[in-house]
């Protein structure tokens, strides 16, 4: 049903925020950890921020098709994660030979999350999903308001 696919775009908005909002929290948590994972070379590196990807939920051939001879517009379908991704960006190096994790020359590699853009990820996040949050709440309340015209 046409009306409801406002909510259903919201809806699908609001799960991939909360995605969002879950990996930043998770890259904040681990900003310190020097040993996450284990490279080709055997040796271990530090935690990789990760980003989530974003794409468009796909329409299935017979939907278009359906559309097409309704003759109506298609409405927004919403969005999906399409991945997880890990930030290519180097890794920062900071000097302490007395760290155990330091190499031959003192230098030990620290994650490459920086804090401040995770808090401000964090609070786009919230924004979205709020301003998804609304718009169901006004979607929902017209739908009400049209339910009491019978009356």
Do not use: C
């Amino acid at each position: 049903m046409s009306i409801f696919h406002g909510i259903n775009a919201s809806a699908s908005a609001l799960t991939a925020q909360r995605l969002r909002m879950d990996v930043a929290s998770s890259n904040i948590a681990n900003a310190s950890t020097t040993r996450a994972t284990i490279n080709e070379n055997g040796e271990w590196e530090p935690y990789r921020r990760k980003m989530v990807v974003f794409e468009p939920q796909e329409k299935s051939f017979q939907s278009f098709l359906q559309s097409a001879a309704n003759r109506s517009s298609t409405p927004g379908q919403g969005v999906q994660v399409s991945a997880i991704v890990g930030d290519e960006e180097p890794f920062k190096q900071m000097y302490n030979p007395s760290h155990p994790d330091a190499n031959d020359e003192g230098y030990v590699q620290l994650p490459n999350v920086d804090p401040l853009q995770e808090m401000v990820d964090i609070m786009s996040a919230t924004r979205s999903y709020e301003a998804n949050v609304t718009s169901i709440n006004a979607t929902k309340g017209m739908l009400m308001k049209a339910l009491e015209i019978g009356k």
